[in-house]
């Protein structure tokens, strides 16, 4: 063994590891935006399914009342005082949303159960607030966007959040929104009386199938909405950490129903956000708005689901291909959404 000599390999030079390092780094660096892109393409197939399950809702409960629900019930109790609006608005009132009346058709029988003697009577009132044992402080999977982490469980009054909100077609203060290839045909959509509104859901709505003249493959009837979106309210964060929509209920009658519904109109398109130095007043608040980069999604009333470019044609005179989807019997053609 005197004359043997162990031959030892070469060691890797310094600047060698840090080109081996440094390749590792560019690969991780071209990998990752690729597994993002594939997590958030799983997360918006998971919120398309979502939405597609709320639309299949409202058409079995459509088909078994005979009408879509209510975008939420409105209850005069007798003996309100006049004005009715600055008396509901401070009643502390509940109101039920759509949502709550589609729980049977969601298999959630078991919150539904809880509140069908309300549900059912015309005259019901919703509770005031929601808690985990009434099942109106919890969340049901189905109202819940994977790609908005952030939303609380439980918003205003301890009702349960929601990402999901009805189409109301035009909100706006003492203005007009003229269309019909910018003929001075418009609607006044007088706040906060709601004088008209050309949506598919509002207070105490009856629409039928047949009431959407413009088609329902052409009419959105639910969409999204993050917790970035401001009600005009609460504003954005409402001192809740983000508050998106409400699924069971709004605690006052006709005030809180931006939790509900959302509109089209020019000022309020998707995904644009108003700064959080705007405080919220009749006017100043977001429309439908998700996390999904470039637009959100939406169920149109046919069941059929769509990802709306957040860059869609939106117009008031002539009117725009956002609020043409949005308004369910305008009489104008729908193209290259």
Known sequence: MAGLKLRCGAA?????????????????????????????????????????????????YADANKKLPPGYRFVIPPGTASPVFNTLRSSGLGAWAWSAFLLPYLEESAIYDQHAASLSDPDGVAPTGGTVANGLGTRPSVFACPSDSELLVQGINGYGTSNYVANYGVHYSGSSLDH???????????????????????????????DITDGTSSTIMLGEVSHLDRDWNYGRFGGLGGVAGNWPCISRQMKDDGLLMRDVHPNH????????SINASWGDHDGFGSFHPGGAMFVFCDGSTHFLDENIASSS????????????????????Y
Do not use: M
């Not at 935006?33 to 709320?54: D, I, Y």
């Not at 003929?183 to 859901?201: D, K, L, M, N, T």
């Not at 995904?271 to 959080?276: E, G, I, T």
């Not at 949005?326 to 729908?334: I, K, M, Q």
């Open 12 to 60: 890797f030079t310094l600047i060698e590891l840090l080109v081996v390092i440094a390749i590792i780094g560019v690969l991780v660096g071209l990998l990752l935006p690729a597994v993002q892109t594939a997590r958030e393409a799983g997360r918006r197939a998971a919120c398309q399914n979502k939405l597609k399950q709320l639309g299949l809702a409202v058409h079995n």
């Open 269 to 276: 398109p998707i995904n644009s956000r108003l700064p959080d």
């Open 180 to 210: 019909h290839g910018g003929q001075r045909v418009g609607y006044v959509i007088s706040e906060p009386f709601r004088a008209s509104h050309e949506g598919v859901f509002c207070w105490n709505s009856t629409y039928r199938w047949k």
């Open 317 to 336: 005179s002539p009117l725009g291909t956002y609020q043409r989807l949005g308004f369910r019997a305008d009489g104008l053609l729908v193209e290259g």
